[in-house]
């Protein structure tokens, strides 16, 4: 088993200060130096016009386009360079998994990708204008899923990246919406209005009970909610379906497996145990793949607390994110998870 440690990163401020820290810390990163060999091929790869993504910043999080400043500044690159490689407008993204469940006033949910792109830091930031958030770093200032002040918890599921339009990617419209909405309904109104660059289910939670599926593509949005979600890596409604893959059993197995777990009562220990025990079959060994279980989230919408789970079957580490938010810091510094797989996590130094 390979152990590999990640970074647990506290930032207060306004959003310049917030992505001037971010620039500093992720240029003495052993990451910094693959993504400076990232530029080639993003260059090559994406054209991103920075009027029209500074229009759509100012529009939906005007906060996010000031902390890509504060970035351009910690990185030392032009704010041109900083948009291409960090706003997550017009970039691209590989197929990846993730399950979630939002039941019993938890949401829980896997994040299932190759551990090349893992960018190794979970972030607690409260920015003046905007709510207070915890999460996984994403490509720059975007994030992987979260959980913000009001207790709206989100994340994010691939479904396809074909017929891409011309919008955001799935790590830059989660961090717009942990810092702009409030609850499941607000969230539900702005991923409407929001540019989408892929296909991609966005799973909600609220602090009221409400839980919600965005079915969300460049050609159109479906919206689906309960008391109780699940979801996978496919679109289930009908106007909708035209965007899934061919092969879904994968995900249409995980889906299964969650909905027959929606009977129990939910703990936040039982609810790690589901999704990060290596037996479970929510949890997945594909690395090499771009399909491995990386780490486990359960956020109490109510209390704010949280579990997260790194590597397999993870003891789980507690964070007070309410307490954090009141202004006391938590002493962690670094979660070490282990891997059943000899691919590189490239944020860690290697030999």
């Known amino acids: 088993m390979k152990k590999v440690v990640l970074d647990v990163l506290q930032s207060r401020g306004t959003y310049y200060e917030i992505g001037?820290?971010?620039?500093?810390?992720?240029?003495?990163?052993?990451?910094?130096?693959?993504?400076?060999?990232?530029?080639?091929r993003s260059l090559r790869d994406y054209n991103v016009d920075i009027i029209e993504a500074k229009r759509l910043f100012l529009?939906?999080?005007?906060?996010?386009?000031?902390?890509?400043k504060g970035l351009s500044e910690g990185l030392q690159w032009s704010m041109e360079e900083t948009v291409h490689e960090y706003s997550g407008f017009q970039q691209e993204w590989i197929e990846s998994g993730c399950s979630s469940l939002a039941k019993d006033g938890l949401y829980v949910r896997n994040y299932d990708y190759?551990?090349?792109t893992y960018e190794g830091r979970l972030l607690l930031v409260k920015p003046s204008g905007g709510y207070a958030s915890v999460g996984f770093s994403g490509r720059g200032?975007?994030?992987?899923?979260?959980?913000?002040?009001?207790?709206?918890a989100l994340g994010f599921h691939f479904v396809n990246r074909l017929k891409p339009g011309e919008g955001f990617i799935c790590t830059t419209i989660a961090r717009i919406i942990l810092d702009t909405c409030k609850d499941s309904d607000?969230?539900?109104?702005?991923?409407?209005?929001?540019?989408?660059?892929?296909?991609f289910n966005y799973s909600l939670y609220d602090r009221n009970g409400k839980a919600a599926v965005v079915e969300?593509?460049?050609?159109?949005?479906?919206?689906?909610?309960?008391?109780?979600?699940?979801?996978t890596n496919h679109f289930q409604m009908n106007h909708m379906k035209k965007d899934n893959r061919h092969y879904l059993k994968d995900s249409l197995k995980r889906l299964s497996v969650l909905q027959s777990g929606q009977k129990e009562r939910l703990t936040m220990e039982r609810a790690l145990k589901l999704f990060n025990d290596g037996d479970s079959p929510i949890f997945k060994k594909a690395y090499d793949s771009w399909?491995?279980?990386?780490?486990?989230c359960v956020f109490d919408c109510e209390t704010l607390q949280c579990l997260i789970g790194f590597g397999e079957s993870a003891e789980g580490v507690k964070i007070d994110f309410q307490g954090w938010i009141e202004g006391?810091?938590?002493?962690?510094?670094?979660?070490?998870?282990?891997?059943?797989?000899?691919?590189?996590?490239?944020?860690?130094?290697?030999?």
């Not at 938590?330 to 030999?351: A, C, N, P, W």
């Open 59 to 68: 529009q939906f999080a005007p906060g996010l386009w000031e902390e890509l």
């Open 114 to 116: 190759h551990p090349k």
């Open 291 to 296: 399909a491995g279980t990386i780490h486990t």
């Open 328 to 351: 006391v810091d938590i002493s962690i510094r670094k979660i070490t998870g282990h891997f059943d797989t000899d691919v590189r996590f490239l944020f860690m130094h290697e030999g």
């Open 216 to 231: 969300a593509s460049p050609r159109g949005i479906g919206v689906y909610h309960s008391s109780t979600l699940s979801c």
């Open 186 to 199: 607000e969230a539900i109104d702005v991923l409407r209005k929001l540019p989408h660059r892929h296909s």
């Open 20 to 40: 001037l820290q971010l620039g500093r810390e992720l240029r003495k990163s052993a990451l910094y130096n693959h993504h400076l060999k990232r530029r080639r």
């Open 141 to 152: 200032i975007g994030r992987i899923d979260g959980l913000n002040e009001k207790g709206l």
